[in-house]
Nanobody
């Protein structure tokens, strides 16, 4: 049974930082595509950053390049999103996701496993 549990969200002022964590149980992160997504009410869920099974970063949303960093700790079976220089436009519910098949897709619908989400609010 695959389970993803996020933590680390909160409320910060613009310019601040947060580090999101996503701990996985039921399978190893290593070897599979993982990613962070975010959603605001009234908009589609969007891809923030993804990493393939080899640890190669596949995608970073243009609006967060240079500010957000996706990393993975195999020993802890955890995925992280370091978010610096936060902006009000980054306010959203953030989700981690994993795909237990080949490929590292673009669309959220191609990721079958999701965490419960953690809210990030930037004012």
């Amino acid at each position: 049974h695959v389970q993803l549990v996020e933590s680390g969200g909160g409320s910060v002022q613009a310019g601040g930082s947060l580090r999101l964590s996503c701990v996985a149980t039921g399978y190893p992160y290593s070897g599979y595509c993982v990613g962070w997504f975010r959603k605001v009410p009234g908009k589609e869920r969007e891809r923030v950053a993804t990493m393939d099974g080899d640890g190669t970063i596949i995608y970073v949303h243009p609006s967060v390049k240079g500010r957000f960093t996706i990393t993975r700790d195999k020993d802890k079976n955890a995925l992280y999103l370091q978010m610096n220089s936060l902006r009000p436009g980054d306010t959203a519910m953030y989700y981690c996701a994993v795909r237990l098949n080949t490929g590292c897709p673009t669309f959220p619908r191609d990721f079958p496993y999701w965490g419960q989400g953690t809210q990030v609010t930037v004012s």
